[in-house]
């Protein structure tokens, strides 16, 4: 595979991954129970399942995305947060890692 292809490819997920979490976002905030006032959210999973903020960023329409994990239960959570201040479950799961992963070497197609 050709750098260009794996570049197309590449772009093709990365708009792919977008398109999925905006369908998903507006699909939580329509679903009551995936969303409510950010403080109650955060104090739920701190509690319930011992998840601090791990990452963060701005994503579309100024919402912000959240990453919550925990160490010591293996949780994750994934939030988006919108500019009014409903946040909305994303998705979760189990099995979290921390990983601090180098970038290949440039002109290396690896």
């Not at 701005?58 to 919108?82: C, K, P, R």
Request: hydrophobic share 40%; aromatic share 4%.
């Amino acid at each position: 595979m050709t750098r260009t292809t794996k570049m197309l490819h590449l772009g093709a997920l990365s708009a792919a991954a977008a398109l999925y979490i905006a369908s998903t976002t507006d699909a939580a905030a329509q679903n009551a129970r995936n969303c409510a006032p950010r403080d109650a959210v955060i104090d739920r999973l701190a509690e319930g399942y011992g998840e601090s903020r791990q990452s963060m960023g701005l994503g579309a329409n100024n919402a912000v995305i959240e990453v919550f994990a925990s160490d010591e239960t293996g949780t994750w959570t994934i939030t988006v947060t919108t500019p009014n201040g409903l946040t909305c479950l994303v998705a979760s799961g189990q099995s979290y890692e921390t990983l601090a992963e180098a970038l290949p070497a440039k002109g290396n197609d690896a």
